[in-house]
């Protein structure tokens, strides 16, 4: 993933000696895109679990309505 990339790009730098102004744009950049990347990774996990607790949800109505039905 970008956003672990990037992350250990810069504590790389960090560790060998305080990294340019120049590189610490760039490592800025790469873990806001990272970040960002991530995010929307997340929406999108959210919206499909979403999507499929709503199936989970009418499935299980509709078991209850057949349970209903083989009991009557």
């Known amino acids: 993933m ?3 990339s990037a992350q250990r ?3 790389a ?3 060998i000696a305080s990294p340019s102004p120049d590189v610490q ?3 800025a950049l790469n873990l806001s895109k990272g ?3 991530l995010t929307v990774s997340v929406a999108t996990d959210i ?3 979403r999507s499929q607790l709503t199936a989970l949800r009418q499935e299980l ?3 209850k309505s057949e349970r209903r039905r083989l009991i009557i």
């Open 13 to 15: 730098n960090e560790s």
């Open 61 to 63: 109505e509709d078991l």
């Open 25 to 27: 744009t760039n490592i």
């Open 2 to 4: 970008a956003y672990h």
């Open 47 to 49: 919206q499909s679990l």
């Open 9 to 11: 790009c810069f504590q």
């Open 35 to 37: 970040l960002s990347e």
